[in-house]
């Protein structure tokens, strides 16, 4: 075996992790996770340690046998980056990125040159005198989850109890969600995948389409041009969502993700080059891939647990019906309402590809059941 082939260092080991596993062995890249427990999605199938992520020391020594390391979620805390940074770890993206990422007023300030909801952050309820609006906590949410719709200053002042300082933002009544995936390596190489429209409900997203229906190919270049400057203006490595939102002509930049992330699932299977691949090869500062779809749609829905926790039999019925479909387990504990895996149909019928997919969907979670 060659010695050239370099080691990834993955902090964390969930299904973004898990997803990587695939491209990494196509590439002879070997990766090693960072595991919070060996049961971990990407734990069960891929060499790793067991520690905690706020412990700089344990990840000093996993770093040791890695050639870069790179991170599947947003938690790392920033001093643990810079900890790894100062002692000659080659981090990716690093801590001067990644903090937009991590801490959404930060992003706010970074990115007060890009079109954006009217903001600011406050810890008390005499610093608002407009309602509807929207409330964040600066850094740790997810999935909805550290985000409020408040409509009055009692709601206001209930949130502020437990969270004592907030991100607050104009309330946009946008048409759509979009999302536009990049990727960018050390050598400031940057590309782009086509606008990702993203349907959540209760703050999740639940289907993503794309390329981007709802806009027109103006709002999608500009969407696009957007996503590549703001990759090069915070510097990220690796790859990037930034999450938009659409209102008639307008965009809005709402936030940005530095890893892979759902909205670029339907690379998997859509995309001459994935995120997964594509991430890797960024952070290795290899040439990056060609990002163009190899269909005219991708449909992506995400399962989210239900009452079912047999993932596998629906298979039967499912695959019969829909040769096309595929599916992607995350080999996670079935919890109501987590994301546990996903489905993706490609090809040129929108309408159907939508229904295929929104129906096994469903039908994996125990919504539907024929
Ligand atoms: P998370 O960290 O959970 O992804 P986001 O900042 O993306 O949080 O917000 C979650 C959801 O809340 C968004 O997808 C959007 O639907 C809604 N949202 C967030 N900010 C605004 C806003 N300024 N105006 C209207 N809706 C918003």
């Known amino acids: 075996m060659s010695e050239r082939f370099p080691t990834v260092g993955v902090i964390g080991a969930g299904q973004l992790a898990r997803m ?3 491209p990494a062995a196509a590439l002879g890249v070997k990766l090693r996770l960072f595991a919070h427990s060996a049961s971990d999605s990407a734990a069960q199938i891929c060499e790793h340690v067991v520690g905690d992520y706020k412990d700089l020391e344990a990840l000093k020594n996993f770093a040791q046998g890695c050639d870069v390391i790179t991170f599947e979620h947003e938690l790392i805390p920033l001093s643990v980056i810079k900890g790894l940074e100062s002692s000659g770890v080659r981090v990716y993206p690093p801590s001067t990125a990644f903090i937009f990422s991590q801490d959404k007023a930060a992003m706010r300030e970074k990115l007060s040159n890009y079109p954006a909801p009217h903001w600011k952050v406050i ?5 608002v005198d ?10 740790g949410g997810y999935d909805g989850r550290g985000v409020w719709k408040v409509n009055s200053q009692d709601e206001l002042a209930e949130i502020l109890k437990t969270t004592p300082q907030l991100l607050i933002e104009e309330l946009v009544a946008f048409d759509c969600e979009i999302a536009v995936m990049v990727a ?7 590309t782009s995948w086509s606008p990702t429209e993203t349907v959540q409900e ?5 289907l993503t389409i794309t390329p981007a229906t709802s806009i027109d190919s103006d709002i999608a270049e500009k969407a696009q041009q957007l996503a590549l400057d703001i ?10 969502a930034v999450e938009m939102f659409v209102k008639g002509k307008n965009i809005y930049i709402n936030e940005l993700a530095m890893r892979p992330h759902n909205s670029g699932h339907w690379t998997i299977d859509g995309s001459t080059t994935n995120q997964f691949e594509q991430h890797l090869r960024a952070v290795l500062d290899l040439p ?3 990002p163009s779809m190899t269909q005219a749609y991708a449909v992506m829905g995400n399962i989210l647990g239900g009452d079912k926790t047999d993932m596998y039999r629906p298979y039967l019925h499912l695959m019969a019906r829909n040769p096309e479909l595929k599916f992607h387990q995350y080999m996670k504990e079935v919890r109501v309402g987590r994301k546990i895996g996903h489905v993706t149909a490609t090809g040129s019928d929108l309408l159907q590809l939508t229904n295929d997919v929104q129906h096994a969907r469903d039908y994996m979670s125990g919504a539907i059941d024929e």
């Open 20 to 22: 990587m596993v695939g």
């Open 123 to 127: 810890s008390s309820t005499s610093e």
């Open 130 to 139: 407009q309602y509807p609006m929207i409330a964040k906590s600066i850094s």
């Open 184 to 190: 960018r390596s050390p050598h400031g190489q940057a």
């Open 202 to 206: 209760d703050g999740i997203c639940t």
């Open 231 to 240: 990759a090069q203006e915070v510097g990220v490595v690796g790859v990037m």
């Open 288 to 290: 990056l891939g060609d």
